[in-house]
């Protein structure tokens, strides 16, 4: 372990900590969130929206703690970089407890509709969202770039079910004109869990940043304009 290091490793395992508990925290939440919006369960989905304010107190704890590392430490390589990444990664695990507080939401104002069956593609979303966060996650700690690349590779099966999933609730509105309200929070619920995919993407993104040194986030969007030029030289 380098001298640098050593100096700030209980600063740096704190901070570990704190990630790790925020994304199981969000992660559990949109667990919470799901289930109770398929039991139909009120006092389930109002502990959800609250909950969000535990995570949102977490995020606020990391950012304390990553600038006190980068003022009075001033770290250097890597140990910037992870820091770097830290502060990149908690602003997406704390957007992913803003979509746990969206869909408790989404599904109180679903108790007011007329009662539609619970699509089970929502819940099998879910679970792939979770685990794909988790994965990120495990990444991050485990400073495992190429586990970070599998993440990003098994979202597209999170964007596939999205797909699907959209495809049959607008296919169920046109057969049933009277479910559209309440199969609108459906599918305002179904693209909320292919965020939470995005967000995982982006944490397994700076993983890669923080292991290699690569910014792979864009990566399409930035070579795009650079051939484009290429054959207006040419």
């Known amino acids: 372990m380098s001298t640098e290091r050593s100096a700030v490793e ?5 901070l570990q900590q704190l990630l790790v508990r925020m994304a199981a925290l969000s992660e559990e939440n949109i667990r919470l969130a799901v289930d109770a919006l398929r039991r139909r369960d009120s006092v389930r989905l109002e502990e959800a929206v609250a909950a969000d304010t535990v995570v949102d107190l977490t995020e606020l704890e990391i950012d304390e703690l990553c600038v006190s590392l980068l003022a009075l430490r001033q770290p ?3 140990l910037l970089r992870f820091v770097a990444s830290a502060l990149k990664i908690v602003k997406d695990v704390e ?3 803003d979509i746990a507080k969206s869909i408790a939401r989404h599904g109180l104002q679903l108790l007011d509709e007329r009662p539609v069956p619970f699509p089970p593609e929502i819940g099998e979303m879910a ?3 979770g685990s794909l966060l988790r ?3 495990d990444a991050f700690v485990f400073q495992d ?6 993440v990003i590779a098994r979202d597209a099966a999170l964007d596939l079910l999205h797909r699907d999933n959209h495809r049959r609730l607008v296919e169920q509105m046109c057969r049933d004109a009277a479910s559209i309200p309440a199969l609108a929070h459906f599918l305002s619920v179904n693209k909320a869990l292919e ?3 995005d ?7 700076m993983v890669v940043f923080l292991v290699e040194g690569k910014d792979i986030r864009h990566l399409g969007k930035r070579r795009g304009p650079a051939r484009a030029s290429e054959v207006r030289e040419g």
């Open 10 to 14: 209980p600063e740096l395992q704190r």
């Open 76 to 78: 250097l390589g890597r």
């Open 95 to 97: 957007r992913v407890g």
């Open 127 to 129: 679970g792939l969202a």
């Open 135 to 137: 994965s990120s996650l």
């Open 145 to 150: 770039a190429v586990a970070a690349r599998e």
């Open 195 to 197: 965020r939470v995919g």
């Open 199 to 205: 967000h995982s993407c982006n944490i397994a993104a």
